[in-house]
């Protein structure tokens, strides 16, 4: 992803960026944010600033004559916009059908396509979990308080309920499964921010989120 400092932020997912001309060079202050971010300075890179992921982190790629103030705001841009296009794209899965689809694109990637879902949707009624599964007639549900999160979160929370077809526990074999999806760590740490942020608000435990007969979560 790279963008224009000349203008506002494009809604294409990829732009030129002309540096004014003049800038002292300073080393990289770093930049705190919700997930590990790395900016790297580069004296060839003259007009253009450019962000993408990489092992669970984001990498912003900024021009060596940045002062500390540009790199502060270009990184904090630069962030956003990824997590926004991360965001469209979750709510992208607006219907079941596309759930569905989802789920069979993900079981081909990370489970050797053997995880087959007889259906895949979203429910209102999973408050205290975001996701459960049925191995006997192998469907899948998804809570509603997934939409609109990250798209890695809501393929994580996909791949463990279909591994959940594969391995109905939670045991050593069913994790090994799990991990293949390379971003579960990222995945469970952005759910358990929200959980914490959400303590206390949420409905008693059982009040409103049993599971139906046969399934796991």
């Known amino acids: 992803m790279q963008q224009r400092l000349d203008r506002g932020l494009p809604a294409a997912p990829a732009a030129s960026v002309p540096v004014p001309p003049g800038q002292a060079a300073l080393g990289s202050t770093g930049h705190t944010a919700t997930e590990p971010v790395e900016v790297r300075r580069s004296a060839r890179r003259r007009r253009t600033v450019t962000a993408y992921r990489e092992n669970g982190r984001t990498v912003v790629l900024i021009p060596a004559a940045f002062s500390a103030a540009e790199e502060r705001r270009w990184v904090d841009r630069m962030v956003t916009k990824l997590q926004t296009r991360e ?20 079981s081909a990637a990370w489970l050797g396509g053997r995880a087959v879902p007889a259906s895949v949707r979203w429910v209102d009624n999973q408050n205290r979990r975001w996701g459960s599964c049925t191995p006997a007639d192998r469907t899948i549900r998804l809570s509603s308080r997934l939409r609109g999160m990250p798209e890695y979160v809501v393929d994580y929370v996909l791949v463990h309920e279909l591994a959940h077809l594969l391995e109905p526990g939670h045991e050593a074999r069913f994790w090994a499964l799990v991990q293949v999806y390379p971003r579960m760590e990222r995945a469970l740490g952005f759910l358990e921010g929200v959980e914490s942020r959400a303590a206390g608000a949420l409905p008693p435990a059982g009040e409103d989120d049993e599971l139906e007969p046969g399934a796991v979560d």
């Open 87 to 106: 965001e469209r794209r979750s709510r992208g899965l607006a219907s079941d059908d596309e759930l569905m689809a989802r789920a069979q694109e993900l």
